[in-house]
T-cell receptor, first 115, second 116 residues
Framework: EAQVTQNPRYLITVTGKKLTVTCSQN?????MSWYRQDPGLGLRQIYYSMNVEVTDKGDVPEGYKVSRKEKRNFPLILESPSPNQTSLYFC??????????????FGPGTRLTVT | AQKITQTQPGMFVQEKEAVTLDCTYD???????LFWYKQPSSGEMIFLIYQGSYDEQNATEGRYSLNFQKARKSANLVISASQLGDSAMYFC?????????????FGTGTRLKVLA
């Protein structure tokens, strides 16, 4: 089954404790991206990757890191989480190329609470 | 600045009627894509429909159609024959292609409630 998986789905942590949210896709997609969703703000792009070893900042990259060492994986790293990073996080992937780049496939989301 | 605007925070529609969700966008790019996603209360993001900036015909996917008016920079979603299962949050989004990279911008969403 074609899918984007994220782990963990739910996480409660404390300020300053490093954490990683994993994202994996099995569709051989070049493009992967992380978003955060906050009430009243919609989804905002954190980081994206056009392919392996190619990453770039989205609109809200502060406090986050990413890496793309393999095509299928795109982990989101919070080196020192703070309460303002409490949010719902989505990973997404898509093909790149005219005619095939119609949609992003989203993971199920990770609800993160930082106390 | 590039932006997506959804001016309707919430809407009601009677079951079996049609409803239009508004979306306007702002970009200086010539090449871009417009999307609508549905987010039910369970939280997942469901792709509904896509319109490319160079597409001449309005996109349709079953009961969903996208009313694309390029000159007005609007990309409204029309849902025909609403069903109770259409109650959800709906997001309009734009993909910009700049220097060979893709960036996505989402609107703040419209919460639709279908009434029986």
């Amino acid at each position: 089954e074609a899918q984007v998986t994220q782990n963990p789905r739910y996480l409660i942590t404390v300020t300053g404790k490093k954490l990683t949210v994993t994202c994996s896709q099995n569709m051989n997609h070049e493009y992967m991206s992380w978003y955060r969703q906050d009430p009243g703000l919609g989804l905002r792009q954190i980081y994206y990757s056009m392919n392996v070893e190619v990453t770039d900042k989205g609109d809200v990259p502060e406090g986050y890191k990413v890496s793309r060492k393999e095509k299928r994986n795109f982990p989101l790293i919070l080196e020192s989480p703070s309460p303002n990073q409490t949010s719902l996080y989505f990973c997404a992937s898509s093909l790149i190329g005219r005619g095939v780049e119609r949609e992003q496939y989203f993971g199920p989301g990770t609800r993160l609470t930082v106390t | 600045a590039q932006k997506i605007t959804q001016t309707q925070p919430g809407m009601f529609v009677q079951e079996k009627e049609a409803v239009t969700l508004d979306c306007t966008y702002d970009t200086s790019d010539q090449s871009y894509g417009l999307f609508w996603y549905k987010q039910p209360s369970s939280g997942e993001m469901i792709f509904l429909i896509y319109q490319g900036s160079y597409d001449e015909q309005n996109a349709t996917e079953g009961r969903y159609s996208l009313n694309f008016q390029k000159a007005r920079k609007s990309a409204n979603l029309v849902i025909s024959a609403s069903q109770l299962g259409d109650s959800a949050m709906y997001f309009c989004a734009m993909r910009e292609v700049t220097s060979g990279t893709y960036k996505y911008i989402f609107g703040t969403g419209t919460r639709l409630k279908v009434l029986a």
